[in-house]
């Protein structure tokens, strides 16, 4: 993303661009409190799984800071450190790297807890900095396998925005796609929009555009006709949570692309890293599905473009099964049916 970061840590403070405001303007959103990280994912400032992974890991560190101001008592401060996880895991109910992040931070608490509060603080902060670094590594490691499926000229349709923008640096989908086109391989990509926050135009078009990768962007519901026209040869997208058996949820749309892929004998790829996947979950099913704000579809940018007596569903996600999905690129590889073997396979790399 060159000198544009997603995440950065600085000065005790944790700072974020804003996706709300892209690609009007290119503003960041500085934490100070773990309260302000929470606004911040629940309002969308900071959205992609992998994002509010890192993010989140970045916000028990705050709680780390603003509890040390809060209390000298150890419990007390261990007791407000806690409470910031729950809060944090509070704020978006679908996307597993959340819960895995927070996790392994509070793994890391238990194991330092008689430390000082300064030293605690210290050691919560080189975990999280190891998440941040560990998931631009890993999209790389993503971009590399992916690029193997990724024909020459081949032109990619993706779905919402799993880049730089969505995670700590360079994307899984669009990591793939950022791959290919610095391989060389004179690709060309298809963006959907995106409804209703058009996260495709607003996100993925701008990174994009910024790195000058050659793109067009449709609206959804001119998917199934791009693809009958024989335009796209392949579809990646990005995940919140994957099972066991392979079944992925993503941003709502994505199961409908699946369906169009099949029907069009179209290549259809989930590129996520492994903590995106839950081994507590057997299938797609047992997946909690977050609804949001109900004025999401009534409104757009604040202007009003749909009666405020319709009632609305809005759901942020839908689950595509797992016949549907060629294959899963992750850190380690591409992943193939069956998944429930590779996937185990995987996860005890």
């Not at 473009?305 to 839908?318: G, Y």
Request: glycine share 6%; with cysteine.
């Amino acid at each position: 993303m060159g000198e544009v970061k997603t995440i950065e840590w600085k000065d005790d403070k944790l700072i974020l661009i804003d996706c709300t405001k892209l690609p009007i303007k290119e503003e960041y959103v500085v934490c100070e409190r773990y309260s302000e990280l929470v606004k911040a994912i629940k309002t969308l400032a900071v959205r992609g799984a992998p994002a509010i992974g890192v993010s989140a890991a970045y916000g028990v560190v705050l709680a780390a800071i603003e509890g040390k101001n809060i209390s000298n008592n150890k419990e007390q401060y261990l007791e407000f450190i806690d409470k910031a996880i729950e809060e944090l895991a509070a704020t978006r109910p679908t996307a597993v790297n959340l819960f895995w992040a927070l996790d392994r931070m509070k793994k890391k608490l238990h194991t330092i807890k008689d430390l000082s509060q300064n030293e605690i603080k210290e050691k919560l902060l080189d975990e999280a900095n190891l998440i941040y670094e560990e998931d631009v590594q890993c999209n790389k490691n993503i971009g590399k396998y992916g690029n193997d499926i990724v024909p020459y000229e081949a032109n990619i349709l993706t779905h919402c925005n799993a880049g730089a923008l969505a995670t700590a640096g360079y994307g899984t989908a669009l990591g793939v796609i950022r791959y290919a086109h610095y391989s060389g391989k004179n690709i060309h990509v298809y963006a959907d929009e995106t409804r209703p926050l058009l996260q495709g135009a607003r996100l993925t078009a701008w990174e994009l555009v910024k790195e000058h990768i050659p793109a067009t962007l449709i609206a959804d519901n001119m998917a199934g006709y791009v693809m009958k026209l024989n335009k796209i040869d392949l579809v990646i997208t990005g995940a919140d949570r994957i099972t066991v058996n392979g079944d992925t949820a993503n941003k709502i749309g994505t199961y409908s692309l699946a369906i169009l892929a099949k029907a069009h004998n179209i290549p259809f790829y989930i590129a996520a890293p492994l903590s995106t996947i839950d081994m507590n979950l057997k299938s797609g099913e047992e997946i909690v599905i977050e609804e949001r704000d109900k004025k999401e579809l009534r409104e757009l940018f604040g202007q009003k473009i749909a009666p405020d007596e319709i009632d609305t569903f809005n759901p942020a996600f839908d689950v595509t099964p797992n016949e549907y999905i060629t294959g899963i690129i992750t850190e380690v590889g591409i992943l193939k049916p069956p998944y429930n073997i590779s996937i185990k396979s995987a996860k005890h790399f």
